[in-house]
């Protein structure tokens, strides 16, 4: 009985693997792919502009949140922390500079979207070498945090 199940189990693998043989040679000789790493472009006003509209009152309270944040390091961290967690506000104080930095152009536009403040964190993040899903959990309790302002 054990030489039979052994029998059929050695067939199948072989019935198997002369299947996917000719793929897996395939996938060895194909090209390789650049190593290099494409940076991501800042976001503009433009790329959110959906026409004539007034100055919203979310713009005001998102550009008080944007200042909130670069003026208190201390108390944004702590918001982070409540928002998503120890681990997620330990990366945003150690990355601190670098999102103020890309914060801080927002502050220039007419009308700012949630949206567009946790793509220019993620995009300043990815682009100086953090890990897209660190910079992911940061840029999103970043988002999450300013709506705790309204």
């Known amino acids: 009985m054990r030489l039979k199940k ?4 050695l067939s199948v693998f072989t ?7 000719p793929s897996l040679a395939f996938a060895n ?3 390789p792919t650049e190593s290099a790493v494409e940076l991501l472009p800042t976001p503009k006003e433009s790329d959110y502009f959906r026409g ?3 100055r919203s009152v979310a713009t005001v309270i998102i550009k008080g949140a944007i200042k909130f944040i670069v003026k208190n390091k201390t108390l944004a961290t702590n918001v982070v922390r409540s928002v998503a967690g120890k681990t997620v ?9 670098k999102i ?3 914060l801080n152009p927002l502050l220039k536009w007419a009308d700012i979207p ?8 993620y995009r300043a993040l990815v682009n100086s070498g953090v890990a897209k899903g660190t910079a992911s959990q940061i840029a999103l309790a970043i ?6 302002f309204f």
């Open 6 to 9: 052994f029998l059929i189990s």
């Open 15 to 21: 019935l198997l693997s002369s299947c996917f043989a």
């Open 29 to 31: 000789n194909a090209e």
């Open 52 to 54: 004539p509209q007034s």
């Open 89 to 97: 506000a330990n990366n945003f104080a150690k990355h601190y500079a």
């Open 100 to 102: 103020c930095a890309s």
């Open 114 to 121: 949630y949206q567009a403040v946790y793509d220019a964190v």
């Open 143 to 148: 988002k999450e945090g300013i709506s705790w």
